[in-house]
Each structure stands twice: as structure tokens, then as C-alpha cells.
């Protein structure tokens, strides 16, 4: 009797422990822009002008790693017909654990790309140009990402970054936890819905930036 419920008390303690170590399941959706969205990007990632109109832009809800081992939950507003897919990205981000600082509206910044960067925030959309230019940004169509800009920063052709907390990560290996590397999960990932990758271009390298176009 004894030796029944020993077994029957460490069974238990098992199933506890394996119920407690299985991570939650991922959850994601794909909706219209909310009201109260919209109206804080009005003015700020978005104003008229823009190359897209507000409907034409998809607000995607994800669960996601931190850094922190911990599950958070994310936001990332993009194109109406790249949604879908990158919804599957993040699904398959987060079955490989790979970690996410963060994942906000870049208006939660003022629409600043250099606030956002700083704050290690991986964002889509937001309605600008690229810089020294007059020609629109892929972030402006909704179709391109920057994902982890402080352990993927933009590095010039002399090797130099914007972001001091960048420097570290200006030789990229050996690999650390949140890179983007060739052959690494992400780049293969965004590959896969046929994005292409900042890290591939010649002259300057943009490793956080992952775009439908490749520009």
C-alpha cells in the first residue's frame, strides 16, 4: 500500500512539473485597425500623403519570447496582404523560442525610428522616408520589419553604427541570443514567405530589416 502511493505521490509530482515546464500555446490574430489605433497614429506613423491609407493596413497580435524567458505579447501593424504571413513568421519564431525585446507601434515613440532603435523595439509601419531621400521607405507600405535593431543594427560600409548599445553586436560572431545571422532562424524564416534581408545588401548593411520587396 505504502509502495502505491509513493508511486502514485511521484507521478503526480511528474505531471506537475512537465504541466508547469510546457510553455503556453501561441496565439495570434489578424484585424482591422482599431479606433483608438488609429487615432494615435493620425499625425504621427501615419498622415496624409502616405503611399497606403489607414484600410489598408492590418494590425497583427502575437504572443512572443523576451528576452527575459518569459512569454509577452506583441503588436505590429503591416500591410493587409502581408498580415497572413507574417503572422506565420511569428508563429514559427515563437515555436523556435527565439527572443523579442519588444514588439510595439512604432507612435508609441513619437513615430521616431531612432527612439524606436533605442529602445530595442521591433516595428513595421511607419510612413517616412528613407533618410537623405524623397523616396518613400518599405515601412511606409506597411512591408518591411526591423526586428531587434539593437542586436541587428543598420552598419555602415566603414563598419560604424548609430547606437552605442549597437557595438557590441557590429561583429556578428560569434552569434548571441536576438541576431539575425545566415542560416539563422529568422533569415531562413522570412525566406520561406519570400522577404528578403538588409544583411545580404552590399555597402551599408541593415541586419534588423526584413522586407516583401528586399529594399
Known amino acids: 500500500m505504502r509502495r502505491a502511493l509513493v508511486?502514485?505521490?511521484?507521478l503526480l509530482s511528474f505531471t506537475s512539473v512537465a504541466a508547469a515546464a510546457k510553455p503556453p500555446p501561441f496565439r495570434g490574430s489578424v484585424t482591422a485597425l482599431p479606433a483608438s489605433?488609429?487615432?494615435?497614429?493620425i499625425g504621427l506613423s501615419w498622415h496624409r500623403g502616405c503611399p497606403v491609407g489607414l484600410d489598408e493596413l492590418r494590425l497583427v497580435r502575437a504572443r512572443h519570447w523576451g528576452f527575459d524567458g518569459q512569454v509577452h505579447t506583441g503588436r505590429l501593424v503591416v500591410a493587409r496582404e502581408v498580415a497572413g504571413p507574417v503572422l506565420d513568421v511569428l508563429r514559427r519564431l515563437y515555436a523556435a523560442r527565439f527572443p523579442i525585446r519588444r514588439i510595439v507601434p512604432v507612435d508609441a515613440y513619437g513615430a521616431s525610428d531612432f527612439r524606436s532603435i533605442e529602445a530595442d523595439n521591433t516595428s513595421a509601419f511607419n510612413c517616412?522616408?528613407?533618410?537623405?531621400?524623397?523616396?518613400?521607405?518599405?515601412?511606409s507600405y506597411g512591408r518591411a520589419i526591423d526586428l531587434n535593431p539593437i542586436e541587428n543594427p543598420y552598419v555602415t560600409?566603414?563598419?560604424?553604427?548609430?547606437?552605442?548599445?549597437?557595438?557590441?553586436?557590429?561583429?556578428?560572431?560569434?552569434?548571441?541570443a536576438g541576431m539575425a545571422v545566415d542560416g539563422g532562424v529568422v533569415v531562413r524564416e522570412f525566406e520561406k514567405i519570400g522577404w528578403g534581408w538588409g544583411g545580404h545588401w552590399s555597402g551599408d548593411r541593415d541586419y534588423q530589416h526584413f522586407s516583401a520587396s528586399g529594399r
Open 128 to 139: 517616412r522616408y528613407v533618410e537623405g531621400t524623397t523616396r518613400w521607405s518599405e515601412h
Open 37 to 41: 489605433l488609429r487615432g494615435t497614429m
Open 157 to 176: 560600409v566603414a563598419g560604424t553604427t548609430s547606437h552605442p548599445a549597437s557595438r557590441r553586436y557590429l561583429r556578428r560572431a560569434p552569434y548571441r
Open 7 to 10: 508511486v502514485a505521490v511521484l
